[in-house]
């Protein structure tokens, strides 16, 4: 059973997060060069230099113009997913669970790669990452994040639905005890 | 004391120096073209500071160049009512650009947007003149000559004398005698020598050259002595072009007859009696009902015009902003009617006034010697200070002079662009310091001003090629790689790069993926 409300929570908290953790370290940019990074032009500044816009507003173009909606969607889908792998925990394997959390944070972390929060992770050695994403647009990485996690809670459901784990441990031990008499 | 005595002396001498002369009746000394003809032009009862840094020494100290943008013209035709075809010229000069404390500071009167062209602008004519993406037509001007007495030039220096700059360039010996050679440009750069030639003083070549007078036109001057230290002259004249009237609206241009009249804006102008054998037509400027303005026009002194003053105001009316006159061409009077232009939303561009279109700038026509008007120059008033990231437009936003990086002293990354948002290429680099400019390909930025400035500004272009092709260039204009790797991003969006064909892969293996997962359930179920 999947839990489709918790994980509907799950994934907009997370893409919440996302959108006020890019509120947060969002500043208003002081130079041209900076400015075109977060997706301003020439027509965005007065003649004294400054960038027209109040910084609330400011934040929302540069959030809508470098696409950061699609950035939110993957880290809520990518955390909605570790949350389920949590979820169903040691009943579809330990294991398989770890890897499908890992993998989602995978996702995650590159979905922020090539987010406004770029310039910190680069900082902290995740800029190559960046750069070999640059090209990719943020509507594919997203499409791909729905579909490996789409794929994940699939594989992990078939996990649980093949094998209801209290009457499987309970074969599994009957047939063990089968077994071992036989041998001997 | 003594400093203030000798400091007041100082002044007191300049003042004297740069006042117009009075006691002399100089329209008796300067000489016309030949006997008998009258000077074309009135001695100025004024003298009107020039632009700030007319003077040679001011010019643009290793400036970038830029032939031009898609929106600052180059080489444009216009037509004039008789088929003249001048070519006319956007042009941008930066000019005592400096970095001071981690901005770029441009002075008043650094900052000089110059309408050029490749021939005299000639009044009556109908011809069309650029101003700032306009094009409105030329009428009428008002031009002055300046004389000021006891002109000393030091050699290798400049002086301005009304919209004229003299230089004094060279002394050539020879044997035991010597000549002494000025250059002659206008207030904007203007290097008449194409024109004039340049003139020359001697007194030891006695059958070479003229002595001490000198005659260029109504640029004219007396020197009492020529060394190779510097000329003194007792009086030196130099033309100014102390106003241009243009109009944006052309109200009518044909042969018209007493009681025609034709509505301007708010006023009518009138044709109030055509007298062709007298050569004479009177028209009436007509506001709420009452004749504000009536006035004889003709008849026509075809020996004098176009420059000469007397002749061609007795052609021309004015009121408001309402212009016209009798057309001394193809012929002034046919079939008893006058040949008449008028021309509404008439506007004057004044020397030394503010700019009405955009008053952070003071215009200042240029004039050229005979009378015939050379563009015009608009130069900011105030001091402009450029912050990293910051620009400043220039006239009715007509261009763009934006900072992107500077680095201590040096501008690493800056650039000119047109209203269109055409920006030039990174003219900053690891050894700018400034950011004075040659933008566009006309009289002074395409011909006069290389003759001062040329060499150097061949070679900053060359020595900021070698740095920014550099391979360890050290980040030469942060911004235009920013500015590139935004571009970059785009085009790559378009080309399979290396992260595209893994997100496409990516892409296949989650269908694949999915796709086995629904197989296996269909199976069961």
């Known amino acids: 059973m999947i839990p489709l409300r918790r994980m509907l929570v799950v994934f907009g908290l ?12 969002f500043r208003v940019p002081a130079t041209l060069a900076d400015a075109e990074l977060c997706g301003f032009v020439e027509q965005d500044f007065n003649a004294a230099g400054q960038i027209v816009y109040p910084p609330v507003s400011a934040w929302w173009i540069s959030f809508t113009r470098l696409q950061e909606y ?32 890992f993998g989602s944070g995978v996702l995650a972390v590159s979905a922020l790669c090539v987010s406004c929060l770029a310039p910190a992770l680069s900082v902290v050695g995740l800029g190559i990452a960046g750069t070999l994403l640059a090209g990719v647009p943020k509507w594919l990485i997203a499409l791909n994040t729905l579909l490996l996690t789409g794929w994940g ?16 441990e309970k074969a599994q031990s009957h047939s063990t005890d089968e077994l071992l008499q036989s041998q001997a | 004391m003594m400093r203030q005595i000798l400091s007041g002396t100082a002044v007191a001498a300049l003042f004297v120096a740069a006042s117009p002369a009075i006691a002399t009746d100089y329209a008796t000394v300067l000489r016309p073209a030949k006997p008998g003809m009258p000077l074309a032009h009135p001695i100025a009862s004024d003298d009107i500071a020039p632009p700030p840094f007319s003077l040679i020494a001011d010019r643009p100290v ?24 001048p070519p006319k010229f956007d042009a941008v000069f930066i000019r005592k650009s400096r970095v001071e404390n981690g901005e770029v500071v441009i002075p008043a009167g650094g900052l000089v947007y110059h309408e050029d062209t490749w021939g005299g602008e000639v009044a009556l004519r109908g011809e069309p003149i650029p101003v700032l993406g306009r094009l409105p037509t030329y009428v009428d001007y008002d031009m002055s000559i300046v004389v000021k007495e006891n002109v000393t030039i030091p050699a290798g220096q400049s002086v301005v004398i009304g919209g004229t700059v003299y230089q004094y360039y060279a002394t050539v010996g020879h044997g035991k ?44 001057g007396k020197a009492r002595e020529a060394n190779p230290k510097q000329i003194a002259f007792d009086w030196l004249s130099g033309v100014r072009m102390d106003r241009i009237v243009l109009a944006d609206d052309k109200v009518f241009a044909g042969l018209a007859s007493a009681g ?5 804006g708010r006023r009518t102008v009138k044709v109030a009696a055509v007298d062709a054998a007298a050569g004479t037509v009177n028209v009436e400027v007509i506001e709420d009902g009452k004749v504000v303005l009536a006035k004889t026009l003709g008849p026509v002194q075809n020996d004098l015009l176009i420059e000469d003053t007397g002749a061609r105001k007795k052609l021309v009316f004015e009121h408001g902003d309402v212009i016209g006159f009798l057309s001394p061409w193809p012929e002034p009077f046919k079939d008893g009617k006058a040949n008449l232009k008028i021309y509404g939303k008439a506007f004057s561009l004044r020397y030394g006034e503010t700019y009405a ?82 933008l566009g390909q006309g009289r002074v930025a395409g011909q006069a001003i290389l003759k001062d400035v040329g060499r150097q500004m061949l070679a900053r272009t060359y020595d900021n090629m070698l740095t920014q092709s550099a391979p360890d260039a050290a ?50 179920a």
């Open chain 2, 260 to 264: 025609d009249e034709w509505k301007a």
């Open chain 2, 475 to 524: 980040a030469p204009a942060a911004s235009h790689v920013a500015a590139s790797a935004t571009t970059a991003q785009h085009a790559s969006q378009a080309s399979l790069s290396p992260g595209m064909i893994a997100a496409f892969g990516v892409f296949g293996l989650g269908i694949g993926a999915i796709g086995y997962e629904v197989g296996r359930r269909r199976r069961k």
């Open chain 2, 177 to 220: 005698t010597a000549n002494h050679t000025l250059h002659v440009k206008t207030i904007a750069g203007t290097d008449w020598e194409w024109a004039f030639g340049s003139p020359v003083l001697s007194t030891t070549q006695t059958d070479w050259w003229n002595g001490l007078a000198f005659t260029q036109l109504y640029n004219q």
């Open chain 1, 153 to 168: 809670m699939l594989f992990l459901s078939r996990r649980l639905s093949a094998c209801a784990l209290p009457s499987c």
């Open chain 2, 62 to 85: 290793r400036p970038a160049y830029v032939p031009g943008l898609p929106g600052l013209a180059q080489g444009r035709i216009v037509t004039d009512d008789f088929g003249r075809k």
């Open chain 1, 14 to 25: 997370g893409a919440l997060g996302y959108v006020v953790l890019s509120y947060l370290t």
């Open chain 2, 357 to 438: 279109g955009d008053p952070r700038f003071a215009v200042y026509p240029v004039g050229c010697p005979t009378g015939h008007n050379f563009g015009f120059m608009l130069v900011n008033k105030e001091e402009i200070r450029l912050k990293p990231g910051a620009s400043v437009d220039g006239p009715e936003d007509y261009f763009k002079i934006a900072v992107d990086r500077i680095e201590g002293d040096k501008v690493l990354g800056w650039h000119v662009a047109d209203k269109q948002g055409n920006r030039s290429a990174n003219l900053g680099g690891p050894t700018i310091t400034n950011v004075d400019l040659v």
């Open chain 1, 70 to 101: 699609w950035t939110a969607i993957s880290v809520g889908l990518s955390v909605a997913f570790i949350a389920f792998a949590l979820t169903v925990g040691r009943r579809a394997g330990g294991g398989t669970v770890t890897g499908a959390v």
